[in-house]
């Protein structure tokens, strides 16, 4: 299996600032990343048809003003939607992470109901706390999820970061995400308990969603960041899990980049 031959698209620029450790996350599963600059895309010096998999990643777009996401999802909208479209239907993955997150959800990429993209359902609003959380949560995966980036995930742990999480939808909206198994991962406690409360659900998100895809699976966005934890040494507790000899190969994140991968050569490559 050559995973070199998947390509990685990792926008960056405009307050954008997690591209090293996303390209370390694909590339440590053997893909090829590319950091390019959105205004090369803009200017048409790179097209995302060259790429197997999109990334939008974390960071402060735009310096977060008007909403997070929202004016980074408008440059993408109103310049790339036709590659953007065509990326789509091709069978392509797009991973959104945090403020990537927030980008897919006003471009209209996730949840698209009943395949419908570019149409704004949902969104993620000012934490119920009323600042800007930096912690380690829980989560739990939808074994029934379409979502190809998590398969074979059950809990994990991963770090957040963000003073707008907090996941939003009409109940009409709600439901058919629910209905879909749309709702990848929830805030969790360490027992595997959905979280409904504070700190263990950071933000007080619906339903405790912490990360949803499309109805294909292939487009997946959410709030914690799987980049931020590839090595078992980013955990806050590592040394104890040393002394207890419980420390694994690899940070629970590098599964979510692994999957894509391994879904881009088996469906994406000739």
Not at 68 to 81: E, M
Request: proline share 5%.
């Amino acid at each position: 299996m050559d995973c070199s031959k998947v390509k990685v698209l990792i926008i960056t620029g405009f307050g954008l600032n997690c591209e090293k450790e996303t390209t370390a996350a694909f590339a440590g599963n053997g893909a090829t990343a590319e950091q390019v600059h959105l205004n090369d895309l803009l200017a048409g010096k790179r097209r995302l048809e060259e790429f197997h998999i999109l990334a939008f990643i974390g960071g402060f777009s735009f310096g977060d003003h008007l909403g997070s996401g929202t004016v980074f999802a408008n440059r993408v909208r109103y310049n790339l939607r036709e590659q953007l479209e065509k990326f789509v239907a091709d069978g392509k993955l797009v991973i959104g992470i945090c403020n990537g997150f927030q980008t897919l959800t006003r471009l209209g990429l996730v949840p698209a109901l009943n395949g419908k993209y570019f149409h704004q359902e949902a969104a993620l609003a000012h934490n119920d706390c009323g600042v800007f959380r930096d912690d380690w949560i829980y989560l739990k995966a939808d074994p029934a999820s379409p979502c190809v980036f998590t398969r074979g995930l059950e809990l994990i742990r991963l770090p957040i970061r963000h003073g707008e999480g907090k996941f939003v939808a009409e109940p009409e909206v709600m439901a058919q995400i629910e209905a879909g198994h749309q709702v990848v991962f929830r805030y969790a406690h360490a027992d595997g308990s959905v979280a409904d409360d504070f700190p263990a659900n950071p933000n007080g998100s619906l339903n405790a969603v912490a990360g949803i895809c499309d109805p294909t699976g292939r487009i997946f966005g959410l709030m914690p960041h799987p980049e931020a934890f590839l090595s078992p040494y980013n955990a806050p507790d590592w040394t104890t899990q040393k002394i207890k000899g419980t420390l694994p190969e690899q940070g629970d994140g590098n599964a979510i980049f692994a999957n894509a991968v391994a879904y881009a050569v088996q469906n994406l490559i000739d």
